[in-house]
């Protein structure tokens, strides 16, 4: 199979051999795809090597020889969004999404628009907690995975004064019990319901569907989490100390 000027989105990129990378990027009509960019690693090819970083929205050229394709050219097609602290923490985290849930070589327009949306909203500098809760929310519905938020597993409308955890395959059933752990893990039905109308909730709302939609997203992973929920939960805690050592002078 040959592509010629597909379109793509970078999702990651490493050093292979002594001059080359291995790339997956991400294209509407064939899916996630691997590809091998041989000798991308000498001065005179910056410009191919700056086109192969992630979140970079390319065109390229390849052949298809077994699982990975051989690319032969690539272009950018815009300038990438320049992302910093929590912003490229994010981007790190949605295209690890994409590496791990994407199948290869199957069309995924929809994804791919969605990921043209987040990214842009990234560089736009939107809220980060919301634009992430909503990429998970069309990440999903773009693979399959998708419910619907504004109704529970009976199919009775969400409360928004409840709480309610996600059901991976079924959606939001709603939470009777008052224990911590329960609601420390269930989100609230203002939440759910802004969600299911595209809707900008309060923050503390936002907060609470972080857990629930990383279980119904672990729970496509197979139960192996992303790198990237380590690394947020590992600056959280240096935050923390830092904050903590502030407050007693030991900073």
């Not at 849930?101 to 628009?113: F, I, M, S, T, V």
């Amino acid at each position: 199979m040959r592509f010629v000027a597909e379109p793509a989105f970078v999702l990651h990129a490493r050093a292979w051999r002594e001059t080359s990378l291995l790339v997956e990027v991400l294209s509407a009509e064939h899916g996630r795809i691997g590809l091998v960019a041989r000798g991308v690693q000498g001065p005179k090819r910056h410009v191919l090597r700056a086109a192969l970083q992630p979140l970079q929205s390319i065109r390229f050229d390849a052949v298809q020889r077994g699982e990975l394709a051989q690319l032969t050219a690539a272009e950018a097609v815009d300038a990438a969004p320049l992302l910093h602290g929590d912003a490229a923490m994010a981007a790190f985290y949605i295209n690890e999404l994409c590496l791990r849930l994407a199948p290869r070589h199957d069309p995924q327009a929809e994804l791919h628009a969605v990921y043209a949306r987040v990214r842009e909203c990234l560089r736009a500098g939107a809220p980060l907690a919301w634009t992430l809760r909503r990429f998970e929310r069309d990440l999903l519905e773009a693979l399959g995975f998708g419910f619907d938020f504004g109704s529970d597993v009976d199919g009775v409308p969400v409360d928004p004064a409840a709480r309610y955890r996600l059901d991976p395959e079924q959606g939001p059933y709603r939470v009777l019990s008052e224990r911590t752990g329960e609601r420390r893990d269930s989100a609230t039905g203002q939440a759910l319901l802004a969600l299911a109308d595209d809707t900008l909730p309060p923050s503390d709302d936002i907060a609470s569907l972080r857990l629930p939609l990383r279980a119904v997203l672990l729970h496509h992973l197979g139960g192996r989490g992303l790198k990237s929920w380590d690394m947020m939960g590992e600056l959280g805690r240096l935050g923390r100390r830092g904050e903590a050592g502030r407050e007693t002078g030991s900073e």
